[in-house]
């Protein structure tokens, strides 16, 4: 009979999760990239022009630890603060040139890192899993993998 740990979703995707991310996250340290600022660029990349805190939730962090990483982000001419026309309180984060720079070779290393950690499973399978961490994110799975 299985212990509770080897059947509990909660459990196993964090430590899938954990084994999966700690040798990319090792690897971030060849771009001069934090974690924090590796899901900041990450995320920016396909969503130039967020809001905050819809950034702080992308990237899995509470809004003012989010605040502290795009201080020094900005101060690092990674990204930019730009305010909305429409509400001068409403600030939206943008790549800057020397952003996109700096994530570029980090993304190369991401899809690579996928395709190794996927090689064990079919085309099927690989589908079925991204579906499933879709699904219980709460979010509809995209039609293409932008990592392929």
Not at 7 to 14: M, R
Not at 70 to 99: F, N, Q, S, Y
Not at 109 to 120: C, D
């Amino acid at each position: 009979m299985a212990g509770f740990t080897e059947a509990y979703l909660p459990y196993l995707l964090a430590r899938a999760s954990h084994e999966v991310s700690s040798s990319f996250h090792a690897a971030l340290r060849e771009w001069d990239l934090s974690v924090p600022e590796w899901r900041v660029l990450a995320c920016l990349t396909d969503a130039d022009g967020l809001g905050v805190g819809q950034l702080a939730e992308m990237a899995l962090m509470k809004q003012p630890s989010m605040t502290k990483v795009l201080d020094r982000m900005e101060a690092d001419g990674l990204i930019r603060r730009k305010a909305t026309a429409e509400d001068r309180r409403r600030v939206l984060i943008h790549l800057t040139p020397k952003g996109r720079a700096r994530v570029k070779p980090a993304l190369a290393a991401a899809r690579i890192h996928q395709r190794e950690r996927l090689a064990p499973f079919d085309d099927a399978e690989r589908a079925v899993i991204l579906r499933a961490l879709h699904l219980l994110i709460g979010e509809d799975a995209p039609q293409q993998n932008a990592l392929k």
